[in-house]
């Protein structure tokens, strides 16, 4: 699942995957913006058929976050 995360920010954001650590933060450290976040998590509910309430976005602070959540979700 981190494999899929990673491969999903890196091409979103244009940087390299080698960057994506679990423990990195999505703004912070990958520079994502408020906008950069809700398009990724929008492909995630579309390629995984799930939907991710607005209350969740919040807890999404690390790439790990977003692991999990999809982990615990399959």
Avoid: C, R
Avoid at 30 to 38: E, F, K, N, Q, T
Avoid at 46 to 60: A, M, N, Q, R, S
């Amino acid at each position: 699942m981190f494999e899929a995360v990673k491969a999903l920010l890196a091409k979103q954001l244009k940087i390299n995957e080698s960057e994506i650590h679990p423990e990195s933060k999505i703004k912070d450290d990958l520079g994502a913006d408020s906008l950069d976040i809700l398009q990724l998590l929008m492909t995630i509910e579309e390629e995984h058929g799930i939907v991710i309430p607005d209350e969740e976005l919040v807890t999404f602070a690390t790439v790990s976050d977003i692991v999990d959540y999809l982990t615990k979700k399959q």
